[in-house]
C-alpha cells in the first residue's frame, strides 16, 4: 500500500481492509471544516451524552445522533429510536452534504442505492475508547456502515466475526473515510484509547460520525 503526505500530513489515498471494507483517506477532508458548524447545530438540539450499556458500564465515548432513527442504550438493550430519550424530541434531521457523502463513499466501495436514515456521532477525548464489538442492532446487514473521522487521530482495531478472532490495527485520522459491508459487515471492531492531543480545528477531541440503515 502506497499513500502521499500532504502538507497537513494527511494520507490520502484508497486501503482495502477486507473484501467489502475500503477506506477512503482523507475522503471528506473538504468538508470537514464545514462540518463542524453543523455539529454545533445538531449538538444545540441533542447534546452529546455518556450512555450506559445493558450490563450498567457507563460509555467512555459521548454519543447523540441525528437523522429519522438514532442508537440507544440503556439498561433495557441497545436499539434504534425515532426519539431522543433526553429530549423526548425527534433526532435533529441529517444534514444533506452528510447524507449525500454517506451515499458517494457507499458508492464508491460498490454498493449503490445507500440512503441511510441514522447518523450516530461519536465524540471520544483524550482517553476514551470503545471496547471490541459488533455493530448488528440494524435491520438489514446487507447495507454497509459508513465511518468519517474528524479531529484527533485513533487507532482503530478490527477483527473477524468471532470475539477472539486475531485484530488488526490501522490508525484513523481526520477526514478519512471507512465503508464496511457485505462479508466485512459483521466484524468486531473498536476504538483504542485516544491519546493526547490538540487539533487546530476540533480541539483536543475526536468525533467520529456512522451512517447506517437502520430502519
Ligand atoms: C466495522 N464507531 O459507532 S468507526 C460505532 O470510530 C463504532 O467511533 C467507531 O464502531 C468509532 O459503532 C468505529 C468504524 C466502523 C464503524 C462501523 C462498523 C467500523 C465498522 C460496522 C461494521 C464493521
Ligand atoms: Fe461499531
Not at 450498567?56 to 438493550?77: N, Q, V
Not at 465524540?123 to 455493530?135: C, F, N, T
Not at 473498536?190 to 487539533?199: C, D, Q, R, S, V
Amino acid at each position: 500500500m502506497t499513500f502521499d503526505l500532504f502538507a497537513d500530513d494527511t494520507p490520502q489515498g484508497r486501503e482495502t481492509l477486507g473484501p467489502s471494507a475500503v477506506l477512503l483517506r482523507g475522503h471528506a477532508l473538504p468538508q470537514a471544516e464545514s462540518w463542524l458548524a453543523l455539529l454545533e447545530q445538531i449538538e444545540a438540539r441533542s447534546p452529546f451524552r455518556h450512555m450506559y450499556t445493558p450490563g450498567g458500564y457507563r460509555m467512555s465515548a459521548a454519543m447523540t445522533c441525528c437523522g429519522e432513527l438514532g442508537w440507544i442504550t440503556d439498561r433495557r438493550g441497545y436499539r434504534y429510536s425515532a426519539t431522543d430519550p433526553l429530549t423526548g424530541q425527534p433526532w435533529p434531521p441529517m444534514p444533506d452534504a452528510w447524507r449525500a457523502l454517506a451515499g458517494e463513499a457507499a458508492q464508491q466501495a460498490g454498493f449503490q442505492g445507500f440512503e441511510p436514515d441514522a447518523c450516530l456521532i461519536n465524540r471520544y477525548v483524550p482517553g476514551a475508547k470503545m471496547s471490541l464489538h459488533q455493530d448488528k442492532d440494524e435491520r438489514d446487514h446487507s447495507w454497509p456502515v459508513v465511518s468519517v473521522s474528524l479531529g484527533l487521530p485513533a487507532v482503530f482495531q478490527f477483527g473477524g466475526l468471532q470475539r477472539t478472532d486475531k485484530t488488526q490495527r490501522v490508525p484513523l485520522f481526520h477526514g478519512d473515510v471507512l465503508v464496511w459491508g457485505g462479508a466485512d459487515r459483521l466484524r468486531f471492531h473498536g476504538i483504542l484509547p485516544l491519546a493526547e492531543g490538540e487539533h487546530p480545528r476540533f480541539g483536543a477531541q475526536r468525533i467520529n460520525l456512522t451512517f447506517r440503515k437502520a430502519g
